[in-house]
Nanobody, 128 residues
Framework: QVQVMEAGGGLVQAGESLTLSCTAS????????????WGWFRQAPGKEREAVTC????????YYTDSVKGRFTISRDNAQDTLSLQMNGLKPEDTGMYYC?????????????????WGQGTQVTVSS
């Protein structure tokens, strides 16, 4: 069974930075870490889960939702089986539970329906 784990959330003030990380144990059916697209999604209270950013299998292509462009950077290290999200210039509207996920999605679509493995999430709270 795959196990995906996020870390790095916390409480920060507006304008500050956080770095989230995500690691994965062995994947189902022997699919390696670089076998799938990975992404970060977030969910605020009372709202649906939304895509934040996705990265292609080899890390050479990325998607960002408009609200985080220029502030967030996704990266992956396939040799270490890790995914990261550098978040700069955080805003109160970035507050939410952040989840990393993977699956047979395309990085361009970055749709949660295309992800079949998720972590438990890490809370990010940005105060004004």
């Amino acid at each position: 069974q795959v196990q995906v784990m996020e870390a790095g959330g916390g409480l920060v003030q507006a304008g500050e930075s956080l770095t989230l990380s995500c690691t994965a144990s062995r994947l189902l059916s022997g699919v390696p870490f670089d076998g799938y697209v990975w992404g970060w999604f977030r969910q605020a209270p009372g709202k649906e889960r939304e895509a934040v950013t996705c990265i292609s299998r080899h890390g050479d292509s990325t998607y960002y939702t408009d609200s985080v462009k220029g502030r967030f950077t996704i990266s992956r290290d396939n040799a270490q089986d890790t995914l990261s999200l550098q978040m700069n210039g955080l805003k109160p509207e970035d507050t939410g539970m952040y989840y990393c996920g993977t699956g047979p999605s395309t990085w361009q679509s970055c749709l949660s329906s295309g992800f079949n493995h998720w972590g438990q999430g890490t809370q990010v709270t940005v105060s004004s």
